[in-house]
């Protein structure tokens, strides 16, 4: 199991950005896949990006072009830049983290609140 904790979350106008941090603590995350995941208000807990342990990345169709996805295994941080972000954006994002060999994400942070306003 990794320790995963998010920082950088907080209360934005529409059209700012922001910079999430994941840091995993307990074990390097070099043969890890690692995602940001968020629920919003009132709904599902949706896919937003993964960056596999090769550093392919994965987005959600309504984040492409916005946010960008990123690790740094020596500092065993996985980040999600956020751009022109929507009040649409706001939710709580998680990060997740699952060994290369299992299909799903199986260790999880505790999130960090995103609140776009308009």
């Known amino acids: 199991q990794v320790e995963l904790v998010e920082s950088g979350g907080g209360l934005v106008q529409a059209g700012a950005s922001l910079r999430l941090s994941c840091t995993a603590s307990?074990?390097?995350?070099?043969?890890?896949?690692m995602g940001w995941f968020r629920r919003a208000p009132g709904k599902e807990r949706e896919f937003v990006a993964a960056?596999?342990?090769?550093?392919?990345?994965t987005y959600e169709d309504f984040v492409t072009g916005r946010f960008t996805i990123s690790r740094d295994n020596a500092k065993r941080t996985v980040y999600l830049q956020m751009n022109n972000l929507k009040p649409d954006d706001t939710a709580v994002y998680y990060c997740?983290?699952?060994?290369?060999?299992?299909?799903?994400?199986?260790?999880w942070g505790q999130g960090t609140q995103v609140t776009v306003s308009s």
């Open positions: 997740a983290a699952k060994r290369r060999t299992v299909p799903n994400f199986d260790n």
């Open positions: 307990g074990r390097t995350i070099t043969s890890y896949d």
């Open positions: 960056i596999s342990w090769t550093g392919a990345e």
